[in-house]
T-cell receptor, first 116, second 113 residues
Framework: GAGVSQSPRYKVAKRGQDVALRCDPISGHVSLFWYQQALGQGPEFLTYFQNEAQLDKSGLPSDRFFAERPEGSVSTLKIQRTQQEDSAVYLC??????????????FGPGTRLTVL | AQSVSQHNHHVILSEAASLELGCNYSYGGTVNLFWYVQYPGQHLQLLLKYFSGDPLVKGIKGFEAEFIKSKFSFNLRKPSVQWSDTAEYFCAVALRSTDKLIFGTGTRLQVFP
């Protein structure tokens, strides 16, 4: 693929609903990252996969947030029982390998989640 | 706590003016440093990166940045801005031992013709 794609681009949820956000990384990219960007802020790290292994989930704000990448390609970020403070743009990024090997992260367009 | 500070939240310039955007970080270890740009309606894209070697790094579209280790800084510069440089600019840092990027809050640059 030409780049990282995310779907849906926009999602409106009522408070308490569950949502699932999808990320399709660049083909062949081993590493996949999720970031959360609140209005007027920089992206904040949520979680990181290397292939199907979730190596770091230290940024997930609560146990309502869950991410998976079962086959080492497409990833889904799931938010259960959404709350208003979950409203943000959720960014996915992928890279060919680790930053320590001089790889860069390529970002997708993001999913804008609005919780009413 | 580890953090990245961007001192200028909103910068307004006329075309041909020179640009310098500040970025400071608070990590004590070895770091990789990045500047990303987000043009209106577009994705975040990499402007330039520093991993090691020459601390003066040249990126796309005439941008450059200088890593000054003693000042924990990685300021972005461009000698002459264009209207098309209007965008939001994010500085990001990663500890050499990790892959997660820590971003600053961003600087919104507006360039008027």
């Amino acid at each position: 693929g030409a780049g990282v794609s995310q779907s849906p681009r926009y999602k409106v949820a009522k408070r308490g609903q569950d949502v699932a956000l999808r990320c399709d990384p660049i083909s062949g990219h081993v590493s996949l990252f999720w970031y959360q960007q609140a209005l007027g802020q920089g992206p904040e790290f949520l979680t990181y996969f290397q292939n199907e292994a979730q190596l770091d989930k230290s940024g997930l704000p609560s146990d309502r947030f869950f991410a998976e990448r079962p086959e080492g390609s497409v990833s889904t970020l799931k938010i259960q029982r959404t709350q208003q403070e979950d409203s943000a743009v959720y960014l996915c990024a992928s890279s060919l390998g680790p930053l320590s090997s001089y790889n860069e992260q390529f970002f997708g367009p993001g999913t804008r989640l609005t919780v009413l | 706590a580890q953090s990245v500070s961007q001192h200028n939240h909103h910068v307004i310039l006329s075309e041909a003016a020179s640009l310098e955007l500040g970025c400071n970080y608070s990590y004590g270890g070895t770091v990789n440093l990045f500047w990303y740009v987000q043009y209106p309606g577009q994705h975040l894209q990499l402007l330039l990166k520093y991993f090691s070697g020459d601390p003066l790094v040249k990126g796309i579209k005439g941008f450059e940045a200088e890593f000054i280790k003693s000042k924990f800084s990685f300021n972005l510069r461009k000698p002459s801005v264009q209207w098309s440089d209007t965008a939001e600019y994010f500085c990001a840092v990663a500890l050499r031992s990790t892959d997660k990027l820590i971003f600053g809050t961003g600087t919104r640059l507006q360039v008027f013709p």
